[in-house]
């Protein structure tokens, strides 16, 4: 404290400090740490005081495969441009890049993470930033892998226009409320592009979830948002776009499903408004469970899937009015716009392949059309109410373009 | 040789069964794209036709026609000519028919209104089920003088292939799905050419689902090339023995 005002530090070849770590013990509350170009071999920095780091040119932090390379304990703590790499490995500490623990208010910016185990992991940490980071794993099982952006119990968290690579989870919340997730781009990681467990009123907004081992899952939570998101080539046995397990009260509107072998998978789902979402040569794009009920599905475009509505019984709680369906055949006498004839979504054969997963080979066959025919004329199979009572004859338009 | 084609080609054009094909399959073409603006419902909507009228079209005309050429057929081996070269040449010269039909009355409408990936391959399953139909009639044809016959046989392989032959297989996954009958199954549409040539455009247009069922071997059946190589290599097989066989009846064959 001997000038009264923030200072700023440099640090590296031609700085007054040759280490980070000698540089953080040193500097006041409030001080800027400018961290010079060049391969910093540390480990282990802890920061308990509000401090601004920032590094110029991207300096390179390499761990050496050994324990953890930030520990931030303090509020006001930014880091901003730095490299990070190869942090340790280990599932019982969760070693990770950058760790926060009640560091409410942290920013993190504009950082590279090469090789650690969890890029980002925030405990017990309000109003955290987390922007334009970029993340990237390569390690080849699940059990070698942290998550990229780890939350666990924090509020007011902005996560926004990261990139999240070969990850466990992309992005994990835990115990997370009122946090907003925007523009970011999952992409190849191991389990999920985004995982919630335990997270009400949260929202995501406008992010790419692709080619990820599922999706998004969205469990044991309740009041979501998710708006215009992408879930891209989700393939798999058991992969889905979208994973919805005892939620309800969500809002789900505006985004596209293409290309996953399920779009949305939903069990113990309530009270969930489906709008103007696009379901694109998807395998299933919708499997319901019969624990669902008051969802209300409306105004959504189901193009090219293979089977667009499968489920499990015949019970029937949920809405599904007013969408456009591409295997509607009815007519529209009135022009009115709307089909008047309801429309069936759920395939016979769909059945049979849920028992019989080899059948699938012979879809698309004139025998396996005769029987959808006979079945849509008297369902015997198919649950009768689970029906769209107004089809649109034309899809609605709701492209736009891709992030 | 090409100077027989050129006239066996001739001849089928006087009869107008290749125009009215032609321009039937352009007719349904050019109505489905006009009636549906999404592409992918176009190729699903003429993957029936290509399922069923092109292997019905292919058995019938070429048994039809077999028999009408039946005279210039003796006329020609009274000539100094290879009677193998006599076939090929009325072989390819009804591939040749039924295929340009088939370009023109199907590629055409898809050159104009987009070309995409799934409605190249539905033209490609057209052309190989063309192949593989027509050398199956020819076979037909050559084992019995019965016109009527050999119709009736020809259809019987069509009807057989487009319809009971799913439901038999049906069966039989049902039967023991409680094995693991992944490769069976797989064995057993080799046996059928429109599954064959259906498997291609499953690879097209539900990839997706096909990835999500059945482990790893339909995975890496779906996922790779190999189910294009390998059900590309098996119609060929159909193509190539049916017509191979009757021609060596043909060689011996007492006119």
Same mark, same amino acid.
């Given at each position: 404290?001997?000038? $009264?005002?923030?200072?700023?530090?440099?640090? #590296?070849?031609?700085?007054?400090?040759?280490?980070?770590?000698?540089?953080?013990?040193?500097?006041?509350?409030?001080?800027?740490?400018?961290?010079?170009?060049?391969?910093?071999?540390?480990?282990?920095?802890?920061?308990?005081? /509000?401090?601004?780091?920032? $590094?110029?040119?991207?300096?390179?932090?390499?761990? #050496?495969?050994?324990?953890?390379?930030?520990?931030?304990?303090?509020?006001?703590?930014?880091? !901003?441009?730095?490299?990070?790499?190869?942090?340790?490995?280990?599932?019982?500490?969760?070693?990770?890049?950058?760790?926060?623990?009640?560091?409410?208010?942290?920013?993190?910016?504009?950082?590279?993470?090469?090789?650690?185990?969890?890029?980002?992991?925030?405990?017990?940490?309000?109003?955290?930033?987390?922007?334009?980071?970029?993340?990237?794993?390569?390690?080849?099982?699940?059990?070698?892998?942290?998550?990229?952006?780890?939350?666990?119990?924090?509020?007011?968290?902005?996560?926004?226009?990261?990139?999240?690579?070969?990850?466990?989870?992309?992005?994990?919340?835990?115990?997370?409320?009122?946090?907003?997730?925007?523009?970011?781009?999952?992409?190849?990681?191991?389990?999920?592009?985004?995982?919630?467990?335990?997270?009400?009123?949260?929202?995501?907004?406008?992010?790419?979830?692709?080619?990820?081992?599922?999706?998004?899952?969205?469990?044991?939570?309740?009041?979501?948002?998710?708006?215009?998101?992408?879930?891209?080539?989700?393939? #798999?046995?058991?992969?889905?776009?979208?994973?919805? !397990?005892?939620?309800?009260?969500?809002?789900?509107?505006?985004?596209?499903? !293409?290309?996953?072998?399920? $779009?949305?998978?939903?069990?113990?789902?309530?009270?969930?408004?489906?709008?103007?979402?696009?379901?694109?040569?998807?395998?299933?794009?919708?499997?319901?469970?019969?624990?669902?009920?008051?969802?209300?599905?409306?105004?959504?475009?189901?193009?090219?899937?293979?089977?667009?509505?499968?489920?499990?019984?015949?019970?029937?709680?949920?809405?599904?009015?007013?969408?456009?369906?591409?295997?509607?055949?009815?007519?529209?006498?009135?022009?009115?716009?709307?089909?008047?004839?309801?429309?069936?979504?759920?395939?016979?054969?769909?059945?049979?392949?849920?028992?019989? /997963?080899?059948?699938?080979?012979?879809?698309?066959?004139?025998?396996?059309?005769?029987?959808?025919?006979?079945?849509?004329?008297?369902?015997?199979?198919?649950?009768?109410?689970?029906?769209?009572?107004?089809?649109?004859?034309?899809?609605?338009?709701?492209?736009?373009?891709?992030? | 040789?090409?100077?027989?084609?050129?006239?066996?080609?001739?001849?089928?054009?006087?009869?107008?069964?290749?125009?009215?094909?032609?321009?039937?399959?352009?007719?349904?073409?050019?109505?489905?794209?006009?009636?549906?603006?999404?592409?992918?419902?176009?190729?699903?909507?003429?993957?029936?036709?290509?399922?069923?009228?092109?292997?019905?079209?292919?058995?019938?005309?070429?048994?039809?026609?077999?028999?009408?050429?039946?005279?210039?057929?003796?006329?020609?081996?009274?000539?100094?000519? +290879?009677?193998?070269?006599?076939?090929? =040449?009325?072989?390819?010269?009804?591939?040749?028919?039924?295929?340009?039909?088939?370009?023109?009355?199907? &590629?055409?409408? @898809?050159?104009?209104? &987009?070309?995409? =990936?799934?409605?190249?391959?539905?033209?490609?399953?057209?052309?190989?089920?063309?192949?593989?139909?027509? =050398?199956?009639?020819?076979?037909?044809?050559?084992?019995?003088?019965?016109?009527?016959?050999? @119709?009736?046989?020809?259809?019987?392989?069509?009807?057989?292939?487009?319809?009971?032959?799913?439901?038999?297989?049906?069966?039989?996954?049902?039967?023991? =799905?409680?094995?693991? @009958?992944?490769?069976?199954?797989?064995?057993? @549409?080799?046996? +059928?050419?429109?599954?064959?040539?259906?498997?291609?455009?499953?690879?097209?247009?539900?990839?997706?689902?096909?990835?999500?069922?059945?482990?790893?071997?339909?995975?890496?059946?779906?996922?790779?090339?190999?189910?294009?190589?390998?059900?590309?290599?098996?119609?060929?097989?159909?193509?190539?023995?049916?017509?191979?066989?009757?021609?060596?009846?043909?060689?011996?064959?007492?006119?």
């Amino acid at each position: 404290m001997a000038s $009264g005002h923030a200072q700023q530090i440099s640090v #590296g070849l031609n700085g007054q400090y040759k280490s980070i770590k000698q540089a953080v013990e040193k500097a006041n509350a409030g001080d800027t740490i400018i961290i010079n170009p060049g391969i910093y071999h540390e480990n282990n920095i802890i920061i308990q005081k /509000p401090l601004t780091i920032i $590094g110029k040119d991207y300096p390179i932090i390499d761990a #050496g495969g050994v324990g953890e390379i930030f520990t931030l304990a303090a509020k006001n703590i930014t880091l !901003k441009g730095l490299f990070l790499k190869n942090s340790g490995m280990s599932s019982v500490d969760d070693l990770a890049g950058i760790k926060c623990l009640d560091a409410h208010q942290v920013r993190i910016v504009d950082n590279k993470f090469d090789d650690t185990f969890f890029a980002i992991h925030l405990s017990n940490t309000n109003g955290a930033l987390i922007r334009g980071n970029r993340l990237k794993a390569s390690a080849a099982h699940e059990y070698q892998l942290g998550n990229g952006i780890h939350l666990w119990k924090c509020k007011n968290a902005r996560i926004i226009d990261n990139e999240i690579k070969g990850h466990r989870d992309g992005i994990y919340f835990e115990f997370v409320t009122n946090s907003t997730i925007k523009q970011n781009l999952s992409d190849g990681n191991m389990r999920y592009g985004l995982h919630f467990m335990f997270s009400h009123e949260n929202e995501y907004i406008d992010n790419t979830f692709r080619n990820n081992g599922a999706g998004v899952a969205v469990m044991y939570s309740h009041s979501m948002k998710m708006h215009r998101n992408n879930f891209e080539d989700n393939w #798999g046995t058991s992969s889905y776009g979208l994973l919805l !397990k005892d939620m309800r009260d969500c809002e789900i509107s505006g985004n596209k499903f !293409k290309k996953n072998t399920i $779009g949305i998978y939903m069990e113990g789902t309530s009270r969930t408004q489906f709008h103007n979402n696009i379901f694109r040569e998807n395998g299933w794009a919708i499997k319901l469970m019969a624990s669902c009920d008051d969802n209300v599905f409306l105004k959504n475009n189901f193009i090219a899937n293979t089977f667009d509505i499968s489920t499990n019984g015949k019970l029937v709680l949920n809405t599904i009015d007013g969408n456009y369906w591409d295997k509607y055949q009815g007519y529209d006498l009135n022009k009115d716009g709307i089909g008047d004839i309801p429309f069936h979504p759920v395939n016979m054969f769909s059945f049979i392949v849920e028992r019989v /997963p080899a059948a699938m080979l012979i879809w698309r066959s004139f025998l396996v059309q005769m029987l959808d025919k006979a079945e849509k004329v008297i369902p015997a199979i198919t649950p009768e109410n689970l029906k769209d009572n107004y089809p649109t004859m034309k899809p609605y338009d709701l492209d736009r373009k891709n992030k | 040789m090409t100077r027989i084609i050129k006239y066996i080609l001739y001849d089928m054009l006087r009869t107008r069964f290749i125009l009215l094909y032609l321009g039937f399959l352009l007719l349904a073409t050019f109505s489905m794209y006009m009636l549906d603006s999404d592409d992918a419902k176009v190729v699903l909507s003429l993957l029936n036709i290509m399922l069923l009228i092109v292997p019905l079209v292919g058995v019938i005309f070429t048994t039809i026609h077999f028999y009408n050429s039946y005279e210039f057929i003796e006329m020609m081996l009274a000539q100094p000519l +290879n009677r193998k070269k006599i076939f090929i =040449s009325q072989y390819l010269a009804v591939i040749m028919a039924l295929s340009l039909a088939l370009i023109v009355g199907v &590629g055409l409408p @898809i050159f104009i209104y &987009g070309v995409n =990936s799934s409605a190249l391959m539905l033209l490609y399953s057209g052309l190989m089920l063309t192949f593989v139909f027509v =050398s199956i009639a020819f076979l037909a044809a050559v084992f019995t003088r019965d016109k009527a016959k050999a @119709i009736g046989v020809g259809l019987l392989f069509w009807f057989y292939f487009a319809l009971i032959y799913d439901a038999l297989l049906l069966w039989a996954i049902y039967q023991f =799905s409680d094995y693991p @009958i992944e490769k069976a199954t797989l064995a057993m @549409i080799s046996f +059928n050419p429109v599954d064959l040539a259906r498997i291609l455009m499953l690879l097209q247009l539900d990839s997706s689902a096909m990835m999500g069922y059945t482990g790893a071997f339909y995975k890496d059946f779906f996922g790779s090339n190999m189910g294009f190589i390998y059900s590309t290599m098996v119609l060929m097989l159909w193509a190539l023995i049916p017509v191979s066989w009757s021609m060596y009846i043909f060689k011996k064959k007492d006119l």
